[in-house]
């Protein structure tokens, strides 16, 4: 069986790549604590949300941790007694479908 054909010119497949990889990049968030009534607030940890986990890095230490979703993580160090808030940074991608220029065969009925 021969190799199939490549897709596109090299520009064209670059571009192609950075259009997949900026669909699917994760969401950066950070979760952020709050002293007092609004007197001062630091950020905790950072994460990145995935479509089916979310990833946290306590800021100035080398803990980690693995989550179902930001929201849990939040949840978790609430739990401590601190006041954290959810920030997300990134906004959420759109969920519209983007042509990569790949052609799907239609299944005939």
């Known amino acids: ?9 090299p520009e064209e497949f670059h571009l192609m790549l950075v259009e997949l990889a900026n669909e699917f990049a994760p969401r950066r968030f950070a979760l952020c604590e709050e002293y007092g009534d609004r007197l001062d607030g630091a950020v905790f940890a950072w994460g990145l949300a995935f479509p089916d ?7 100035g230490r080398t803990s980690t941790g693995h989550f179902a979703t930001a929201e849990s993580a939040l949840r978790l160090f609430a739990r401590t007694g601190r006041r954290l808030r959810l920030i997300w940074i990134d906004t959420p991608t759109p969920t519209a479908p983007v042509d990569h220029g790949v052609v799907v065969p239609s299944k005939r009925q």
């Open 53 to 59: 986990s979310a990833l946290l890095r306590h800021d």
């Open 1 to 9: 069986m021969p190799d199939p054909a490549p897709l596109g010119t």
